[in-house]
């Protein structure tokens, strides 16, 4: 039997997120650079992307690029935001041809321009695509979400848009980068490494977490298929004991 036919289609998280990562190391340990690591990256993205669509996930979201990520070596920052340009280029018409909608999540500001322009444009022309949402996290930060959103609040409240005593989580939520986003169910991370890495800080306060020593260049189908097979083997309690939520079924 397969791995997708063991997969509960009426159990499925509405929103995975993935931390990918292990591609510097998956090309040294093919004697490469670390850029022939990224490029391989970009096959996972794609199957993961199909099998998330395939099985009718509505929310992928991928940690792309942090704000941490500015760090790494120039010439390799450089060689990611072509890529990045590069595969946004090549990928928009099967993302139309999928019904599959990209949005992004981050500081796109400081992104450099040609990045930030083949980005907007991905948006723009997927829209109106409707089977799935792809979102990459670019320049992005949990810790930095959560400051804009805050600095917002405080501003609504000092100007009157908002009374203090509104002030509730869901309330906060609106302000949020993943504002009109289901909290992702699950937390895929690849390469053996277990940090959420500032990543989605606030909206993982309940998402069961899946680690892989995979590396993110080896993450196929199968490997998607292995997680959600692992998510759906267990109980989610939001606090509750088991005995009460077998109650609620």
Not at 40 to 62: D, F, Q, S
């Amino acid at each position: 039997m397969d791995l997708k036919s063991q997969v509960n289609i009426d159990k499925l998280p509405r929103h995975v997120a993935i931390i990918m990562d292990g591609n510097g190391r998956w090309a040294k340990k093919h004697g490469k650079v670390r850029v022939f690591g990224h490029r391989n990256g970009v096959k996972a993205v794609r199957e993961t992307t199909e099998a998330a669509a395939e099985l009718g996930i509505e929310y992928l979201t991928l940690y792309a690029f942090s704000t941490e990520n500015w760090n790494r070596p120039k010439r390799e920052v450089n060689a990611l935001m072509h890529l990045l340009v590069e595969t946004i280029h090549r990928e928009i018409k099967t993302l139309n041809d999928n019904n599959i909608r990209l949005q992004a999540i981050g500081d796109l500001d400081k992104l450099p321009e040609k990045t930030k322009k083949a980005l907007l444009e991905g948006i723009k022309n997927t829209s109106n695509n409707t089977r799935m949402t792809l979102v990459l996290a670019l320049n992005y930060s949990g810790k930095w979400e959560i400051t804009q959103a805050a600095k917002a609040l405080a501003k609504d409240v000092k100007n009157g848009k908002i009374s203090e005593e509104d002030v509730t989580d869901a309330t906060f939520e609106k302000y949020l980068a993943t504002a009109g986003m289901p909290d992702p169910e699950l937390l895929v991370r690849t390469s053996g490494e277990y940090r959420l890495s500032n990543f989605l800080l606030w909206q993982l306060a309940y998402a069961e977490m899946y680690f892989t020593p995979v590396f993110w260049p080896d993450f196929t189908k199968e490997e998607f298929h292995k997680a959600l097979i692992d998510f759906q083997g267990r109980e989610r309690r939001f606090g509750k004991t088991g005995d009460q939520i077998k109650d609620l079924e």
